[in-house]
């Protein structure tokens, strides 16, 4: 297989260069520059995104090289109907490419090299961050490469071989039962309580039940409609158990801004994810359990897990989490398998009583 490790120690780049901090920190400034990312702008006769025209700004600022080459793949992204967050991460990831090129003294992307993109890579680990970010980078510089060298803009030979970033694959955290009810029994303000349990009985990512409007709530057929996932565009039903349907009972009665959205921050805007995870971390402090260090993600995860211990069909499941790929949801059979558990411990029940018959002694005169 044409694959290769980056191998740190043969770069003439090797710690030669790490972006400057005024560089992260300016393009870590989008959300406050672009208050509204749907939106287009007009240059002319031609449509920019406002995500586009900041990163245009921020290469013109800087001095960078591929201003015009950078401009058309963002603006096709835009065109094929890309995310903000990703036209927004694209760009992010390609201005620090060209400062690392700038920096390393190579005045222009149409020379670019093999050595050279390895090189920002390595610098990208050196640097601490990790295998996750480094990974998605190389995607999104890969994806970059590869637009250009259609246009014949920059050398084949800077993808001739496949490079990759060997990530992590960790069990998902689920919270222990004992600890699910020790928060439950902490929690007493309605409004918190409601959402917890909403995402502890639905699966629901906190990003998409922080934009749930009073219309997408169903208490009579005990449902909640998601027609546009943010991070997949995947459209999903979700259902909501009995308690769950108690704790929103309760909240919409003392429920006061009649906003559209279920749970509100200030005017008729969303409770923003920093509110949600402050709440979250308060009812942990509550319960005790601040020092296990429990994320709003692994309600998620626990609602996965409670289900397949509950002999849910991973098919299933895997709609209720609004995976695209059923492999996402089997990273959570590992996790939890009672047919796995039962088959473990009736295998071992026969070896400890000593029913296993045979030898395993080797025929020295085989290889």
Known sequence: MNTEYISVEDSKYHRKYFPPESVRTEIG????????????????????????????????????????????YLLAKYRSNCRPNTIRNNGITIILFLSFLKNIGSKQLETVTRDEFYAYIEDEQDRGSKP???????????????????????SPDVLKRKIYVKVPDPLPRAIDPDDVGKLLAAIKKPRDRAMILILLRTGMRIGELLNTTIKDLNLKERRIEIFEAQKNQAGRVVHISDDACEALRKWLKHRKQKGPYLFYGHGDSPLCYEAARTIFNRCMERSGLSHKGYTLHCLRHTFASELLNASMR?????????????????????????????????????????GINGHYRCDHQLP
Request: hydrophobic share 35%.
């Open 29 to 72: 400034q989008y959300n406050s520059v672009v208050k509204n990312p749907n939106t287009v702008e007009r240059s002319g006769n031609e449509p920019i995104n406002p995500l586009i025209a900041r990163t245009i700004q921020i290469m013109s600022d800087k001095g960078l090289c591929g201003i015009s080459h950078v401009r058309e």
């Open 132 to 154: 996750n970010t480094v990974n998605t980078r190389l995607r999104a510089l890969k994806a970059f490469f590869r637009f250009l060298i259609e246009r014949e803009v920059i």
């Open 314 to 354: 991973l098919e299933c499941l895997q709609q209720l989490l609004g995976h695209r790929s059923i492999e996402m949801t089997r990273r959570y059979a590992r996790l939890t398998d009672n047919t796995r558990k039962e088959e473990y411990f009736r295998a071992m029940a026969i070896i400890e009583n000593g």
